[in-house]
């Protein structure tokens, strides 16, 4: 165990050997571009003292969907007021309601984040660094969204619902809601048809602390990073429709599986893992 040990060290002590002796600092900087899994980036880099670079950049992830999942709305005393209209007046529903409306909502994520970060360099400037700083996220919301739920309901559910209510007196209109807890969350009208969004925010800035094997400012004209770390956060809230929702635990319960393992996880473990590979081009 001794002799691996000092093997492993040796191993370090000698990654730190590779010195960039021909980088001054303020003088020299480089351009990067990576993937990883936080989507891509770009981000530029500059010395600032013999162990240290300072790095500035912006994370994007693509758009699209993680996973898919159900929502699901109980309609059954919508159905049971269509029907007793109907008994009474002998008017035939075009639309009707089941006992439940599905709303097949996409679940994605807010990954698109201005970066500053401090990478120090313990053996003068080697190749292992230990990376260390903070990501923004702009929102016009005051917590930015990181998980974001939502979807449609289907044409003939809000069809119906709109129906209904055109033989409702003012004030006895129904509504479709989304039921969480002991809390209703009406589903709100957007583009003709009915609309569900839930959001995971958390407050925009983050903070990171990493590990790494690559120069930041290469001594040729291209360098290679790879880097593990994680985006920490903080102040986390669900919120649906607009509305916080008291419980993590019982929004969680109406998702699939895979949906629900996500929001849990994010609500219990403020940590969000990377891994990043790094493509560095010296410009100067």
């Not at 010195?19 to 600092?25: H, I, K, L, S, V």
């Not at 571009?33 to 992830?61: I, R």
């Not at 449609?152 to 039921?179: I, V, Y």
């Amino acid at each position: 165990m001794r002799k691996q040990i000092l093997t492993l060290l040796a191993a370090f002590i000698s990654i730190g050997a590779w010195a960039q002796d021909n980088m001054e600092p303020f003088r020299h900087f480089s351009v990067g571009a990576e993937v990883g899994l936080h989507g891509f980036g770009v981000e530029l880099a500059v010395p600032v003292q013999k162990h240290l670079v300072l790095k500035a950049g912006y994370n994007w992830a693509p758009a699209g969907d993680l996973l898919r999942t159900d929502l699901v709305i109980d309609t059954k005393e919508l159905r049971e007021a269509q029907e007793q209209y109907s008994a009474a007046t002998s008017y035939e529903f075009e639309h009707k309601f089941g006992d439940e409306a599905i709303i097949n909502a996409g679940l994605g994520m807010n990954l698109n984040n201005f970066k500053a970060m401090i990478n120090w360099y313990p053996f003068a400037l080697g190749r292992f660094y230990v990376a260390g700083g903070v990501y923004y996220t702009p929102s016009s919301k005051q917590n930015a969204p990181f998980l974001k739920v939502s979807g449609n309901t289907a044409e003939n559910d809000w069809a119906a619902l709109q129906e209904l209510n055109s033989k409702a007196l003012p004030g006895q209109e129904k509504e479709l809601a989304l039921t969480i807890g002991d809390e209703n969350y009406p589903v709100m009208e957007k583009d003709g048809c009915g609309y569900m969004q839930a959001d995971f925010r958390m407050d925009p800035l983050k903070y990171y602390l990493g590990l790494g094997l690559g120069r930041c400012i290469p001594n040729r004209t291209l360098g290679l990073q790879l880097e593990a770390g994680a985006m920490i956060y903080h102040n986390s809230v669900l919120y649906c429709q607009d509305k916080e929702v008291g419980s993590i635990t019982d929004a969680a319960e109406g998702l699939d599986n895979d949906a629900k393992e996500i929001l849990e996880y994010v609500d219990k473990y403020p940590v969000y893992p990377q891994i990043t590979l790094r493509l560095s081009f010296r410009a100067l």
